[in-house]
């Protein structure tokens, strides 16, 4: 960082489907928009997928950078930016072209697809995977909080959005 420790910063970067723009902590004026109603598959999440009698179609599955998920005799879904139950709904509509009545469980095992990145002046700068709803505050905590040279008073927030800062 910057040699004066004064003006040393804390940057938080998000990146995740709900971002926005680049902004200075202090310039929020207007509260932020209201969470999605449920969770939103993310691309790194892991989903358990199982469908009843079917032992040989229980299994976990990584949801690919693109955003896609592959399951058999149901071939390419489309898992980012949905929820389990869409998806769930998917690949039973795709199993019962071959099963009939198919019953289908999709699970979310673990979120590793929401991630914030803490750099600068804390104690733990590094990735930390997060549920949807941490905010900076809580990102800080998770990095140990800052070092006693961070000026709190400039923080920046950086997200991103599809290729845009």
Same mark, same amino acid.
Do not use: H
């Given at each position: ?62 949801? $690919?950078? *693109? ?5 058999? +005799? %149901? #071939?390419?879904?489309? =898992?980012?930016?949905? &929820? ?48 949807? $709803?941490? *905010? ?5 905590? +998770? %990095? #140990?909080?800052?070092? =006693?040279?961070?000026? &709190? ?13």
């Amino acid at each position: 960082m910057i040699g004066n420790a004064r003006n040393a910063r804390c940057i938080v970067a998000v990146t995740a489907l709900f971002g926005a723009a680049s902004l200075n902590a202090q310039e929020v004026t207007e509260p932020p928009a209201p969470p999605p109603t449920g969770y939103l598959i993310q691309p790194g999440d892991l989903l358990e997928v199982s469908v009843w009698k079917e032992d040989y179609l229980e299994r976990d599955i990584l949801v $690919r950078p *693109d955003g896609g998920v592959t399951f058999p +005799l %149901a #071939g390419d879904v489309l =898992a980012a930016g949905r &929820t389990v139950a869409d998806v769930q709904g998917q690949i039973t509509a795709q199993l019962s072209r071959f099963i009939p009545d198919p019953v289908v469980t999709v699970s979310l095992k673990e979120i590793r697809g929401n991630k914030v990145y803490v750099l600068g002046q804390v104690q733990k700068p590094g990735t930390f995977v997060m549920n949807p $709803r941490v *905010d900076v505050m809580q990102a800080l905590a +998770l %990095a #140990g909080g800052t070092t =006693a040279y961070a000026n &709190t008073n400039d923080l920046k927030i950086l997200r991103r959005t599809g290729d845009r800062q």
